[in-house]
């Protein structure tokens, strides 16, 4: 009986690696399916009148970033093709620096915004809901002090800036407690207003029904198909378009060799019954 042939799995090993690695390096671009929580996370921006303030938190650490960090790269990006002010919290200690990395790298691409008129840094906070309740009442009495020390009260940005009444919307980015649920439930419930966020795709099942029943929540970026998505929108296509190419490249060449293993099966099951019957 003849050896029955095999590919080397070297072989195999080679093209995912190619296969996930090519699209990292050099865009591809491929076609992103606009769902409908992403659109509202993008209308309930592009409605928001240039000039508004708006809040978002920072609720995650590094090991977030690869999902959570092209989110808010691409949502500022918005704000400030709109002209809006943004507030930046944080619940989480490495939110701060999160909130600094993303600004850094807009910088180039927008060199007029400045600091305290455009967008400010108001650091970490300790207390989870008790501090997001406690912003409702007297902002300025919460964040007396910018993350650098300076009074808030000298900077523009802040001078109609008391609580949620002076704030068009509130966005947190989310990779746990405190994230999204302690936002919702205190800034849309009690509140009334608008609120929205993005957060890891593991978490997207727990965060979803605040959109889909109990419309708590305007929209909701989910994992990084929702940031690929949300970079279309935005016209700047960034890393989770590449991450999304590099996956999609990666199941196709497994779902080719799948085949082509079930092919050469079927094939080799066919010739035995052929040469049972001679």
Same mark, same amino acid.
């Given at each position: 009986?003849?050896?029955?042939?095999?590919?080397?799995?070297?072989?195999?090993?080679?093209?995912?690696?190619?296969?996930?690695?090519?699209?990292?390096?050099?865009?591809?671009?491929?076609?992103?399916?606009?769902?409908?929580?992403?659109?509202?996370?993008?209308?309930?921006?592009?409605?928001?009148?240039?000039?508004?303030?708006?809040?978002?938190?920072?609720?995650?650490?590094?090991?977030?970033?690869?999902?959570?960090?092209?989110?808010?790269?691409?949502?500022?990006?918005?704000?400030?093709?709109?002209?809006?002010?943004?507030?930046?919290?944080?619940?989480?200690?490495?939110?701060?620096?999160?909130?600094?990395?993303?600004?850094?790298?807009?910088?180039?691409?927008?060199?007029?915004?400045?600091?305290?008129?455009?967008?400010?840094?108001?650091?970490?906070?300790?207390?989870?809901?008790?501090?997001?309740?406690?912003?409702?009442?007297?902002?300025?009495?919460?964040?007396?002090?910018?993350?650098?020390?300076?009074?808030?009260?000298?900077?523009?940005?802040?001078?109609?800036?008391?609580?949620? !009444?002076?704030?068009?919307?509130?966005?947190? /980015?989310? @990779? *746990?407690?405190?994230?999204?649920? %302690?936002?919702?439930?205190? #800034?849309?419930?009690?509140?009334?207003?608008?609120?929205?966020?993005?957060?890891?795709?593991?978490?997207?099942?727990?965060?979803?029904?605040?959109? !889909?029943?109990?419309?708590?929540?305007?929209? /909701?970026? @989910? *994992?990084?198909?929702?940031?690929? %998505?949300?970079?279309?929108? #935005?016209?700047?296509?960034?890393?989770?378009?590449?991450?999304?190419?590099?996956?999609?490249?990666?199941?196709?060449?497994?779902?080719?060799?799948?085949?082509?293993?079930?092919?050469?099966?079927?094939?080799?099951?066919?010739?035995?019954?052929?040469?049972?019957?001679?």
């Amino acid at each position: 009986m003849a050896k029955r042939k095999q590919i080397d799995r070297r072989w195999i090993f080679l093209l995912i690696f190619l296969g996930v690695a090519l699209p990292l390096i050099i865009k591809v671009g491929l076609p992103v399916e606009i769902t409908k929580n992403v659109q509202m996370v993008y209308e309930l921006v592009e409605n928001t009148p240039k000039g508004s303030t708006v809040l978002i938190s920072f609720d995650y650490d590094p090991a977030s970033m690869p999902e959570l960090h092209p989110m808010g790269l691409s949502l500022l990006r918005h704000c400030f093709q709109r002209d809006i002010k943004v507030v930046f919290t944080a619940m989480w200690p490495m939110g701060v620096q999160m909130a600094e990395d993303i600004v850094t790298t807009l910088k180039p691409d927008f060199p007029k915004k400045k600091y305290g008129v455009d967008y400010i840094n108001l650091g970490f906070k300790a207390g989870g809901m008790v501090t997001i309740q406690s912003i409702g009442k007297d902002l300025k009495k919460i964040f007396p002090e910018d993350m650098y020390g300076s009074p808030i009260t000298e900077f523009p940005i802040m001078q109609d800036v008391n609580n949620y !009444n002076n704030i068009a919307f509130v966005f947190s /980015l989310s @990779a *746990g407690a405190p994230g999204i649920k %302690e936002w919702v439930q205190i #800034v849309s419930d009690k509140y009334n207003r608008p609120t929205s966020g993005g957060c890891t795709g593991v978490s997207a099942p727990a965060i979803l029904p605040y959109v !889909n029943e109990q419309k708590q929540l305007t929209g /909701l970026l @989910a *994992g990084l198909k929702a940031a690929a %998505e949300y970079e279309n929108l #935005v016209g700047k296509i960034g890393s989770a378009t590449s991450g999304m190419d590099a996956q999609s490249i990666a199941h196709l060449i497994i779902i080719s060799f799948i085949t082509i293993g079930n092919i050469n099966y079927w094939r080799k099951k066919n010739k035995q019954k052929k040469d049972r019957k001679k």
